[in-house]
Nanobody, 124 residues
Framework: QVQLVESGGGLVQAGGSLRLSCAVFGRTSSTVIMGWFRQAPGKEREFVAAMLWRDINTYYADSVKGRFAISRDNAKNTVYLQMNSLKPEDTAVYYC?????????????????WGQGTQVTVSS
């Protein structure tokens, strides 16, 4: 089973930046997609960004397009989420997820493994 450990969350002022990291342990060739999701209090978990391990294609939610960037370091088995121009509405617990379907997916049920989450709070 793949284990995912997020880090990098914190408190930041609106307009600031944060970089989240997701360390991936136990990854095999069947883990082909990595995604970031977030969940604010009282709301459903929502898709943020995704990418495949095998190529450079990425996929973003409209709400973060142009501000967030997903990337990976294959040698470190780590996936990143660079978040710029943060807004108070970006406040949420951010989760890293891994999936086995070979396509860029936005639905949480298309991912098989999840991290514990890291809190991001953006103050106005």
């Amino acid at each position: 089973q793949v284990q995912l450990v997020e880090s990098g969350g914190g408190l930041v002022q609106a307009g600031g930046s944060l970089r989240l990291s997701c360390a991936v342990f136990g990854r095999t060739s069947s883990t082909v997609i990595m995604g970031w999701f977030r969940q604010a209090p009282g709301k459903e978990r929502e898709f943020v960004a995704a990418m495949l391990w095998r190529d450079i294609n990425t996929y973003y939610a409209d709400s973060v397009k142009g501000r967030f960037a997903i990337s990976r370091d294959n040698a470190k088995n780590t996936v990143y989420l660079q978040m710029n121009s943060l807004k108070p509405e970006d406040t949420a617990v951010y989760y890293c997820a891994a999936g086995r379907l070979p396509r860029l997916a936005a639905a949480p049920d298309e991912y098989n493994d999840w991290g514990q989450g890291t809190q991001v709070t953006v103050s106005s």
